[in-house]
């Protein structure tokens, strides 16, 4: 019934969401006034996740669509891109590197370096944009942060250095903790953020239209 609906009338009715919490505070605050004024008809229901539980509700049929970040393993889905969003190395407001226009991630060899806890795919991103060295110190903390609110204040409080999404950086998020961000001199420093479906389902067209919504938003 779903699937019928959808090829009358694409994104009425429910849909099914998912997204990861390091995207869902930077995108979705804009695109959805969008979504709900372009598609009245629509139900959205929103859940947040991480990657890896949302993908194998994508397969499973749990969700219609999901927003995402590539590099990741994508077998058995299809997607369309929305953008490309840099990340970026950020440091105390008072740290040396903070002056430079671009950081070298070796330059970084040695710091304190802070993730996100496991299970986070932007933890992955960043530790193979920063290199051996760095990752294996990272690896070697006690401690990791739990959301990107948490990492910025940690970094902000002097506690050690980290990296951040372009998106987050220019919602804010940084300067209101005395976080300075600078760009990574490093190629691929950067993920790409994608809807994701499983291959074959019905919806996909209506995954690539809500693409064009958040490539706006």
């Known amino acids: 019934m779903q699937a ?3 090829a009358g009338q694409p994104l009425a009715g429910r849909f099914r969401l998912g997204v990861i919490p390091t995207i869902a505070p930077f995108i979705l605050p804009k695109a959805l006034p969008v979504l709900r004024a372009r598609y009245p008809e629509l139900k959205l229901f929103l ?4 990657t890896t539980r949302l993908i194998t509700d994508l ?3 749990v969700l ?3 927003l995402l970040a590539l590099p990741y393993d994508m077998a058995g889905l299809d997607w369309a891109h929305v953008e490309d969003d840099e990340l970026m190395a950020a440091f105390p407001a008072n740290h040396p590197l903070s002056h430079a226009e671009r950081v070298a991630p070796e330059r970084l060899d040695g710091e304190n370096i802070i993730l996100l806890e496991d299970g986070h795919c932007l933890r ?3 530790m193979m944009v920063c290199g051996a060295g760095t990752a294996r110190h990272a690896r070697d ?3 990791a942060a739990t959301s990107l609110a948490t990492l910025v204040q940690m970094v902000g409080s002097g506690l050690g250095v980290s990296f951040l999404p372009a ?3 220019n919602s804010g998020l940084a300067h209101a903790a005395r976080v300075t961000a600078r760009g990574l001199d490093a190629e691929h420093a950067s993920r790409e ?3 994701a479906w499983r291959a074959g389902s019905s919806r996909a067209n209506e995954g690539r239209l809500l693409a064009e919504v958040f490539v706006g938003a």
Do not use: Q, T, W, Y
Not at 47 to 50: A, I, S, V
């Open 4 to 6: 019928a609906r959808g």
């Open 47 to 50: 859940r947040e996740d991480l």
């Open 59 to 61: 397969k499973s049929g």
């Open 64 to 66: 219609d669509c999901a």
């Open 124 to 126: 992955d991103h960043a």
């Open 141 to 143: 903390e006690s401690f």
């Open 167 to 169: 998106m987050a950086v």
């Open 193 to 195: 953020v994608v809807v």
